[in-house]
Structures are given as structure tokens and as C-alpha cells.
């Protein structure tokens, strides 16, 4: 299954040729060039800062298996902010999506989010530096080339996050651009306040290693550690309940046929058992 990735900063800069274009040679110097431009601009400074801070990171990140959404997304909001914690101590964390999955609202679809630890307001009468929350959703929307994230930041304190969710004043560019549904960046909200409260639940989340790895026998701390020398800094969310065997009913699909694969044709997909490996695995010969 193939995931959705974070495009970083650094990289779509340089892939516009803005580098050499403006003689900038790191990601320090760009992050230095773009606070100096934006410097009352809170949604360019929170997004740099998970930007920057993920990268020195190691780019740590969840992959979210779709069925285990349903599941995730029925948080109350009702709860405490101060009772939401980086998960395993991670203040900067991505959440990735694959294709085919539910959190999305008519062609509006969340591709990924990032989650940051970091300082932010209790209110906008003053200035009192709170533990906060900032959530950047990813839907696929660009301008010249350059990723446009929704934000919410908001307090966790000891009030509810519903109401802690409209404590900060609305950034002028709310209105600009595609326009996210409330009801999707809440279910986006509450998917990443439940990741936070599943800490380190081995039932559901499990380190990811190599590709090549995967069927070798051995330390498989080993070979998570492995990983991470390589770069690869991940944990999978519900993919062991996406492996349980189910029946799929025989449905239409959209094929593409002919020299090229260029001619659309609808057929009928056979039934069939999906995971069918998997019920090799359930043991029988109880029955009395």
C-alpha cells in the first residue's frame, strides 16, 4: 500500500530552482530568508518551525491503515487539552495516508498531516505562552508549485479542545484557497488527539523496517534499528486489523484496456475472499 509523503520545504524549493535563483545554499539559509520575509505571519513562522524541527528529527511519521479511521475519528473533543502528550515523546510527528481511505469530504481529501508541540497563546488579550498544539492539513492544494497546509494551533490546557479549537484569533487567509469543511479538519483533529492518546499501544502500532526486511527471520529490533540507520523512521497504525480476511461482494469496476491501456471499460469484479493468507492462519479441527 502506498503513502502519501511530506513535501518539505527544502525540497520543492529546489525543485523550482529558487536556490540558485536566490543564492541560498541550506535549509538554515531558506528558513532564515523566509522568517526575514514573513515576520508577523504566524502561519508561515508554525509551519517552519515543524519543518525545520521534524527534519532534525529524523522525520518520524505514523501510517494510518484506512480500517482503523472509523475507529480513530470518534474521539469526543469534550476532553482536556492538558491531557494530550507527544506520542512516545515525539513533538513533531507526520501522519500519512494511503489512496483509498475515508477522511475526506466530496473531492476534498487528506493526503497528510503534521502534528507540532509548540508554545502557543492562551487567548488573544495577551501574550501567555501555553503547551499547544499545531495541525497542518495536507489536502494536494498548491500555489506556484508550493504546498498550501490548513492550520489550526490551539492551547492545551485544562479546558475542553472544542472550545480551545476557536480561543485563537482566524488568520486572514482562512478565506483564500480551497476551502477545507469544518468537519473534516475536526475529524482530522480528533484522528490526531487519539493517535497522541494511544502513546505506545503494541497492539496497534508496530516500528516499520526495510522493505527487503520484511519476510527475513531474527531480532526484529535489529532490524528496526536498521531502519533508522537507513533513514526510515516510521511506525504502521492498524495494519494488522487491515489484514483480516473478508468477503468482497462482486461490484463494477473501471478498467483501462487496449494498446496502451487508453480505453475505459466497466466490468464486473468476481467475489472474492481478500487476506485470503490470513485464514490459513486460524486454527481448526475443533469442531465437535
Request: charged fraction near 30%; proline fraction near 6%.
Amino acid at each position: 500500500m502506498k503513502f502519501y509523503d511530506y513535501r518539505d520545504t527544502w525540497t520543492f524549493f529546489k525543485k523550482l530552482h529558487l536556490d540558485k535563483k536566490l543564492s541560498i545554499n541550506s535549509r538554515e539559509e531558506l528558513y532564515r530568508y523566509i522568517l526575514s520575509r514573513t515576520t508577523n505571519d504566524p502561519i508561515s513562522f508554525r509551519h517552519l518551525t515543524f519543518d525545520k524541527r521534524w527534519i532534525e528529527d529524523k522525520r518520524p511519521y505514523y501510517d494510518v491503515y484506512p480500517s482503523i479511521i472509523p475507529m480513530l475519528i470518534k474521539l469526543n473533543l469534550k476532553v482536556a487539552g492538558n491531557i494530550i502528550f507527544p506520542p512516545m515523546g515525539m513533538h513533531n510527528l507526520l501522519i500519512r495516508f494511503p489512496e483509498n481511505h475515508i477522511l475526506c469530504s466530496g473531492d476534498v481529501k487528506v493526503r497528510t498531516i503534521f502534528l507540532s508541540f509548540q508554545k502557543c497563546n492562551r487567548d488573544t488579550k495577551q501574550i501567555n505562552l501555553e503547551n499547544g498544539l499545531v495541525v497542518g492539513i495536507d489536502i494536494g492544494e498548491e500555489y506556484l508549485s508550493i504546498p498550501i497546509f490548513t492550520l489550526r494551533i490551539f492551547p492545551l490546557d485544562e479546558r475542553p479542545i472544542e472550545d480551545t479549537l476557536t480561543a485563537l484569533r482566524v488568520h486572514d487567509s482562512f478565506k483564500t484557497g480551497v476551502q477545507v469543511p469544518n468537519d473534516l479538519v475536526n475529524k482530522s483533529i480528533k484522528l490526531c488527539l487519539t493517535l497522541c492518546l494511544l502513546e505506545n499501544n503494541s497492539e496497534l502500532i508496530k516500528p516499520e523496517i526495510l522493505t527487503k526486511d520484511q519476510y527475513k527471520s531474527g531480532d526484529f529490533n535489529r532490524l528496526v534499528a536498521k531502519a533508522r540507520r537507513r533513514g526510515k523512521f516510521g511506525f504502521s497504525i492498524g495494519k494488522e486489523i487491515e489484514k483480516i480476511p473478508h468477503y468482497r461482494r462482486p461490484h463494477p469496476a473501471l478498467v483501462w484496456t487496449g494498446k496502451g491501456r487508453k480505453i475505459p471499460k466497466i466490468v464486473m469484479r468476481k467475489g472474492s475472499i481478500i487476506h485470503r493468507e490470513a485464514i490459513k492462519k486460524i486454527p481448526t479441527g475443533f469442531y465437535i
